[in-house]
Structure formats: C-alpha cells, structure tokens
C-alpha cells in the first residue's frame, strides 16, 4: 500500500522534487469569493432555496449579490472577519471589478470566471498611482510649471471620476427610495393587527 504524499514533502532527508519554481496563488480575498459563490451554489442546489442570496450570474463571468443584507449577515461571517457589505465593495474595486449592472449589485472581472479558478492568479491588485506632493516638493525651479501641470491634470481626472462615482450612487439612492416607497404603498394596504 503506498501513501500519497504532497508535492514536496521530506522524504528521508530530501524532497519528493529535487526543485520547483516558486507559483504565485491567488489572494486569499478572491479564492474565499470564489469559494463563497460555488459553495452557495452547491447549498442552493442541494437545498431547493428560494430565495438565492448571492450567485454567478446566468453567463458564469460574473456574480451577483442579489440580498445584500442576507449576505452582510449570513455569508461575509463565515468567509471574512466582518459582515460589512461596504468593505467587501471596496475590495472587489481594488481588484479591478465592475458593476455590470446599474440596478442591482453585478460584478465582473475577465478573469473572474465560473469554473476557471485557475485564472485567479491573474488577478492582481490596483496599483495606485504615486502621489504627485512628494514629487512637486522636489521639483526644480524650471520643472514646477510641468509638476504643476501635471498634479492638476491628475486633479481633474480623479475629480471627473469622482463625479461619475457619485451620478451613479445619487442614480442608485433614487431607486432605493422609489423601491422604498412602493413597498411602504404594499404594506399600507394591510391592516395592523394589535
């Protein structure tokens, strides 16, 4: 009977390969999504859930977080060390993700693909541009005007981003209190029972 050993574990003295270049694995915060969304799956499947809480979505290259506060409650606890639905938003933008979807929470990333983890490894994080005070402090005379030139061009773009940032949250505020307001017109139809 022989014993299934790791890839590189000691035996008698050396290892099982003489040598292996060093692999890169994916950051722990996208194989946990990742494990998240097929485990959730498995547990709709198995279970006959009604309500789907979070998933990929129908074409597999991204995800939706379709209760938000079902999974702040239920599903961020059990794979991260908080339950705050903000948080796990800024992660996924600090890995590149999008909102595919205006009207619900859809994220996508070309590398984020049901049925390919492989490709995790791919994903790296955001590199943020480097501050351009630093730089501006230790410009010579004659390059101020370019460093100036520079920081405000910088300025206007992160400012025109900005300005998309908040369109599309006043857009989804909107939606939140129209959807608000339709559900407290559903529950004013219903008597209170003392």
């Known amino acids: 009977m022989s014993m299934a050993r790791e890839p590189n574990q000691v035996i ?3 290892t099982s390969h003489q040598s292996t270049p060093r692999t890169r694995s ?14 959730e799956e498995a547990f709709d499947h198995e279970s006959r859930r009604c309500k789907r809480i979070v998933s990929w979505n129908s074409e597999g290259n991204g995800f939706g977080v379709w209760c938000p ?9 059990r794979y991260f060390k908080h339950n705050n639905f903000s948080s796990f938003i800024r992660q996924l933008n600090t890995y590149g993700f999008k909102k595919s979807a205006s009207d619900r929470w859809e ?6 693909q049901k049925g390919r983890r492989q490709l995790l490894v791919e994903i790296t994080r955001k590199k943020c541009e480097p501050s351009v005070f630093p730089a501006f402090l230790q410009a010579s005379t004659k390059d ?7 920081t405000k061009h910088l300025l206007l773009r992160e400012n025109e981003t900005l300005k998309k940032e908040k369109s599309q949250l006043l ?3 909107a939606h939140f209190k129209a959807l608000e307001t339709k559900l407290l017109e559903c529950l004013s139809q219903f008597p209170i029972h003392r």
């Open 12 to 14: 008698g003295g050396s």
């Open 26 to 39: 994916p950051a722990p915060f996208l194989c946990k999504t990742y494990d998240l969304l097929e485990e």
């Open 69 to 77: 506060e079902d999974f702040s409650q239920f599903i961020l606890p």
């Open 107 to 112: 994220f996508q990333h070309e590398k984020f």
């Open 144 to 150: 101020k005007a370019t460093a100036v030139d520079k």
């Open 171 to 173: 857009t989804e505020i």
